[in-house]
């Protein structure tokens, strides 16, 4: 979901009893549900001399309404265009830089329970450097899908997500589709993130009294050519918990749990092992009735209090690896006891200004955190991260604010910090792709940005005229700056920059973070 729907969500939410809004994404019936409140953001005047001049077809499918509908009493069906067509330059290579995005998202109802999406688009592009240099690295490009060669240096990539809803009563929903989730209050999430590609899934919404709880089952697959057989990426699975419990009007506790199945042990090939369906949340417990080598289980806590209505406080915590020898010999910086921590602040109404938004959060991670035997059951998917983007061993502070004033739009955002970048073959937790079994300095010396810290500076801007709510389609222009630099030379580390701006027209259905981090 891109974070400008987001906004607008978490403005709807926190003036709601009894929400949950760690939970992403958000059923698509409250979606539908609250879609005139939604567009009430974008409201423009109706009597402006712009308005009265332009036909009331055009001002109707460009500016209102949905291109293609139909509805009915127990249907409905919506079909809207995708676009983003993007140009820019790169100022610090003085090379032009381009975006063709072309697709279509249709959306329906059958029935009051069934609810449907589909979404695809197809892109050719090249961006700065900075972001050609990340997606060779990974494969993918905008963290929606692998990517193929187009036009010698550019890229091109087909996106498709799509689910299936089924609301099942009062107290159950069940979905099932090619997407992504996220599960926090913030920015970003410690716990599972939807910046990565899209996968499969199916999931188990249960809402009872002041508990939201979710079972989600997922299809994923490790990149690693090594691993490959026939031809094929092989396949890992992973089983995810997430029971969200608003406490009180102000204060909402939730439990994580995950584990990533794989076949990382003594050459076996695994399938998705039917012990996992379990719907009751720890499974530490049933991974050591199984055996501990089936497969990376994590587990997380978060917490969240409303300081008065608009203002909310949040932090997560995830563990992995767990050892009271690690505890023992923390500041001696012990390999063990993976864990990251987030703390963080948003207001949705800032000084009393209506739909000013702003964010402020501080996420970091341990060594080795997200990583474990072998691709095959560590916490990516074809190749991305599936939590925080800058994968593991990193700090990182990030402002952001967002304003809207009638049909225009303003986004600012701040992020810098440092990860921890190798100086040698010497594993020493900075790539989650390598297995913490192979160390690089013994079981001490391992601290947050060792051995060599990658000091990273990021900027954003973006200003935009909505032209089409219901697709959130806009004219848009941004601007973006990164700086690195490095705690000690090495001929292997290359600081990248970058100074790009950007102008054209883009339906915000789905956004891409532009603030990751390279591992070498």
Known sequence: MNQETKVMLYRLLDTLEN?????????RSFVTNNKSELHQFYNSNPNSPLQQKTANWIDRKLLREDLIFVEGVDYSFYINPVLNLMIGRDKYTSRSTYLNSRGVVVDGRIGKDITFQTTFIESQGYMSEFFNEYYRSKGSALGWTLHRGYSRTGFDFPFSVGQVAYNAGRYFNFSAGHGNHFFGEGYRSLFLDDHTIPYGFFRIETDVWKFRYINLFTVMSDITRANMTSGRYLPKYGAIHYLSWNISKRFNLSLFESMIIG?????????????????????RALEANRGFNMGNAMIGVAASYAVKKRLKVYTQVAFDDFSFEGIRNLRAGHFLNFFAWQVGVRNTETFGVKNLFWLAELNQARPFMYSHRSTISNYEHLGLPLAHPWETNFQEFIFMTHYTYHRWEVQAKVNFGFRGTDTSDA????????????????LLGYFVGSPARRNIYQASIRVGFILQPIVNMRLEASYFFRGENFSQEHPSFNAYQSNWFTVGIRTALFGWKDDFALIR
């Open 427 to 442: 594993n020493w937790g900075n790539d989650i792709r390598r297995s913490y079994e192979d160390l690089g300095n013994g």
């Open 19 to 27: 929400q949950h809004s760690s939970i992403w994404p958000q059923r």
């Open 263 to 283: 076949s990382d042990t003594m050459g076996i090939q695994r399938g998705f092992d039917i012990n996992y369906l379990n719907p009751i949340i720890l499974y």
